[in-house]
């Protein structure tokens, strides 16, 4: 177990232009983050924000631009991604196609022990010599054996060793990409979309069963998606990331119910955060157009500093009722309904000039259709305020 702390990392790619000049490409801008030991750091963001390339970073399979980063309290820039103790699950799990489940999971340990490898070659040439009832495993053999009958017990793996990787499903070759990565017992593990290619069912099973199995080996772990879900339901704490930068770190919860930015409240959550351009006054009401919405005390504090009158209300589509015709509800036309079965999704704008989205979850029985209008009435204990830009 060990901590990992990334320090002012700066990342760039120089990408050619014309076949003359490189010009440069920055990928990461100061990330700064420390997991925990023992922490699921889950990375976040939509797809080309940089997580993978972050990752690759930590495990030193790209070079930094600028920065540190520090595993155990050891700055491992100058180190190979096999010295620094690290494993690594990716998207396509990487197994070697003509191993066996159980040589591709004694892989990485035949090929960590160097020294130890060329002795025991030694010694295993010389036990084949002898007769077939003399011969016995070597004392490498014998550890790697021992260790892969506790991860594939784990994993439930132990009826499968004999298979090749094609002879698996996705869930399986999953699974022994993870007992792969278990059975070197790193220190970090550096996880890369690892479910991608699992169908629905099996990913929030999966979800689970790694989520399980980190909690029992307690081994920090850095998990890349770009799935909101995943990172919420698998997390200790999140890191969301937008355009190379750490938007905001912290619990899903936290993350849920106090996003710092407008990024952050539409990314988090199972249907994005509705936005309205307001403005307002003492501090304490919101205006937009012919509606108002007075700002309970709780949610003032976002206001220190804000001299500003203008600013951004979100608000969620959970945090939304359907209710009757007055200024302080928001009046809208329905554009879409969606049927979830157990709730609709109601897409509608608002009737001013300049319309805007929002999005309603509702579950009720009331008929409701394209082209109707609603009166909706926003829980103000939910609702955020940001800076306008
Ligand atoms: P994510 O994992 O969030 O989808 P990536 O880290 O894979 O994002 O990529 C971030 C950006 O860096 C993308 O715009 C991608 O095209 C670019 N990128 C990644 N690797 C390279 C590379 N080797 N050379 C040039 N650009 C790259």
Not at 71 to 88: C, F, H, T, W, Y
């Amino acid at each position: 177990m060990a901590k990992v702390i990334l320090k002012d990392i700066n990342k760039s790619f120089f990408r050619q232009r014309n076949k003359s000049k490189d010009f440069e490409v920055k990928i990461l801008q100061n990330i700064n983050l420390n997991v925990n030991d023992g922490e699921f750091m889950v990375l976040v963001g939509p797809s080309g924000c940089g997580k993978s390339t972050l990752l690759r970073l930590i495990a030193g399979l790209e070079t930094i631009t600028s920065g540190e980063v520090l595993i155990g309290e050891k700055n491992v820039g100058s180190l190979l991604p096999k010295q620094r103790d690290i494993a690594m699950v990716f998207q396509n799990y990487a197994l070697y196609p003509h191993l066996n489940v159980y040589d591709n999971i004694a892989f990485g340990l035949r090929r960590i022990n160097k020294v130890e490898k060329k002795i025991d070659k030694i010694v295993n040439n010389i036990i084949q010599l002898l007769p077939k009832r003399f011969r016995y495993n070597s004392a490498l053999e014998v550890d790697i054996n021992q260790k892969i009958k506790q991860v594939s017990k784990l994993l439930q793996l132990d009826n499968l060793l004999h298979r090749l990787p094609k002879q698996l499903s996705g869930g399986q070759r999953q699974r022994v990409a993870l007992g792969r990565a278990i059975a070197r017992n790193p220190k970090v593990f550096l996880m890369d979309e690892p479910m991608s290619n699992l169908d629905v069912i099996l990913r929030t099973e999966t979800r689970s069963q790694i989520v399980k199995l980190q909690n029992q080996l307690k081994i920090t772990t850095i998990y890349v998606t770009h799935d909101q879900t995943e990172a919420m339901t698998m997390g200790d704490r999140i890191a969301v990331m937008n355009q190379g930068k750490i938007q905001q770190v912290a619990s899903p919860l936290e993350l849920y119910n106090n996003p710092i930015n407008c990024f952050v409240g539409s990314f988090i959550g199972s249907l994005p955060m509705n936005f309205l351009p307001v403005t307002i006054e003492d501090c304490s009401t919101i205006f937009y157009d012919k509606f108002s919405l007075s700002i309970p005390a709780v949610r003032r504090i976002y206001l220190k500093g804000h001299n500003k009158k203008l600013a951004i209300l979100g608000f969620r589509p959970e945090h939304i009722t359907l209710s009757v015709p007055s200024i302080n509800n928001l009046q809208v036309k329905v554009t879409l309904v969606e049927n979830m079965g157990n709730e609709m999704h109601l897409f509608t704008e608002t009737l001013s000039d300049i319309p805007i989205k929002i999005i309603i979850k509702y579950i009720g029985n009331n008929l409701i259709k394209t082209g109707d209008t609603l009166w909706l009435s926003i829980n103000e204990k939910a609702i955020h305020i940001f800076d306008s830009e």
